[in-house]
């Protein structure tokens, strides 16, 4: 696929192309504001500089020192450690000349990745940590530097100070807003503006601002809004600081929290290329501090980077007009998916026993899931406790063309209409409306009217699961948003509706038990896309779209109003939420029906079909919801000879060819995968729709000949530019234009 010139970077994703943000300016995020050293004086500090540092400074003031109660202590052990680490830092860097100097994953990705990195300190090179190289596509060379100089180890040791005073005092807004700006720091963008939400949330809830939906409908266990018990809370912690810190007003106190909140939300949305969702969040803050020149600042980097964007993303089209989908992509955020290096490894991996359970689906079936090897990497056999790595499905048997493989049916599946319009089941999303079920088949619960079912069997499923948890509670907010795009017909905020029903289910499970949400058995069998160890991943890496909404505003609100208090609760942290998403984002599935009338899109977690890998040359064929109506009744039937609801959610898998005993079975995830149905893209697009899930081939014989004749490309464009020919490739009778 050809690739634009690295200044203005496009990349494509997700069925729609998406230009990069203009890269910030590096010294604007300089992590060097936590290591005294190279602490530039402040008459030289950018305006971003001087807020990072007045957030990192609200744990560095001596004066805190002599504060006696327990927020000030916690305040005190933080700021004691950031001196201790700033010290250590100091000593990394005077030992530095004696370090073992090693560079041995510096490759062309790094090259790239190096821009903007000084010569010296590539040179010099030092073993790079890519876990700890953040998830924002933007702020890479700093980052490098902030390894190059010793740094980084400060920052961690940092990081977990702050975060233990965050789950200590869970209510002050200090230390979750101080991680927000160590997070930007190191880089993961998503979790910085995650934490600087909830420093938000508290601080408004301290204020009585009353004006967003963020805690509307929220129940405290007592039966109080919990709002309001957050409000009490919040002004008791910052009261008790106040005492000590003498005469500022509580009011004034509230306020610089309150606009240091949207300063850190502003600078973590710019990180993650949100600059849409920042400009508008700019534009409150502003109208309540219009005085406030960080905001203002922001705000132009913001207009900055937005405009940047559209202009790169014009260009790539070549069209003067914008489409629904174009003017989506502008507005995305880019995130790489990646394990967050704080976080219990341990809740990455799939061991033997995930699968052992997951297989017990596949028992008398024809298939079982495996372990897979994907292009050329031999995998070690995994030992007991260890990741099992990617897995896919195999044939346990010969199967014969034609033969039903798997029916997989699920309640973790979703619509863009709500169901409170009663026009479809709640469980399985099959149509309810006449002429495709008969109205005294539909099944009403006394619980709630704003569900209905088309069966008993899906009520059950329902009601001794995730509708336990969602009874009584109205998320019709979730939908007055949706948009859905006129070409990719992809509504940009499914994920949060299906993040609901997926932590339904969930809770209904563990709401007694403290397992934590990522080991329930759905969540634990889903993998995500991240890049291999060592990989450092470069402009043109597959990023995934991001949304404030969406992964932030929305999640948040959920758990409110589910009852979760993601305040004190350590397991739902921004990153457990993230992780998440990116699990479901890899493994959903999308149909559209036109049952009722109108197209109607389906979003579906089916738990078994999401083990099935993909090639442009599957053998297996699938189909899903019933599109229209206007097929066979054997199109909806069961192995036993149910039929089911059209419009459901169950995926049918059917073998497209003889396939023999142990070889993998395998789907597309593009549809025409060779892209002949033109009307859907043709070729490059398919290929550009599967980088979000692997970005060089899937390993088919297609997929492989174009990287062969891409690869000829890149070197004969690569020896014309330097004005050396390639006569290997002449004498090849290789030619490409
Ligand atoms: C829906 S999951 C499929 C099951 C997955 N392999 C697992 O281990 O759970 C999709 C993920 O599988 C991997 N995958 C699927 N098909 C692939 C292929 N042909 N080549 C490389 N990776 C593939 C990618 O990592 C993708 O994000």
Redesign the pocket.
Known sequence: MAQRAPQTPVHLTFGTEFAENTPVDPEAISPTIFINHSKPSSKHLTKKQKLQAAVAGLYDDEDLIDLQSPAQVSTWTAGHIAHTVNKIAMDDVSDQGNLEVKVDNVGPEMEMATEGVSNESVARGCVIRTEWLGTSPFYLGPLLDLQKTGGLDAVIAYREAVARDAVCFPHDPVPILSLSGIYGQLGFSDIAVGYAHRAFLIVEAAMSINKSILLKDTQSVTGAPASTVLNTLAKDMISIKLHGLGPCSMGDELQHLHRQSYQMLLAALLGTGANWDGLLLAKTALKLYPEDLELKELQHELKEAFRYRSEGYRDAQCKATMNADMVEAIQMGKIYQKKYPWMDQDLYK?TSQTLGEANEAFEGSSCEIRA?T??TVKLDFPKKGDDV????IFATRDIQQGELVMLDRTVTGVSNVPSSTLQHCDACQGCLVPPFIRPECIVHPTCCSKVAYCSLECYKAAATGYHKVLCGKDFDWMYENISVAKTSGAPSHWKAIIFLRVIAVVLADINHTRVHPLRHPLMA?????YPPEGKILGQYDAGHQWLYFTNVVAPTQILLQLGVNIFTDTFWTPEVIQTIFWRIE??ANMAATELTNRKIHLFNINPNY??????CQPNISWHGACHDGNVGIDWLMTPEGRILQPGCSGVWCIAARHIKKDEQL?IS?AEDPRGDDTAEGGREVKRAWLC???DN????PICEEENRVEAVRIKEQASQSSGVVDSQSKMDGVVHN
């Not at 069998?525 to 896309?529: D, E, F, L, V």
């Not at 999401?610 to 090639?615: G, I, K």
């Open positions: 799939r897979v994907f292009g790595g990617p897995l896919g069998r889903m993998s995500a896309n890899i493994n999401l083990f099935f890998n993909h090639s395998t995830y979000k899930w692997f081939g899937c390993g088919c």
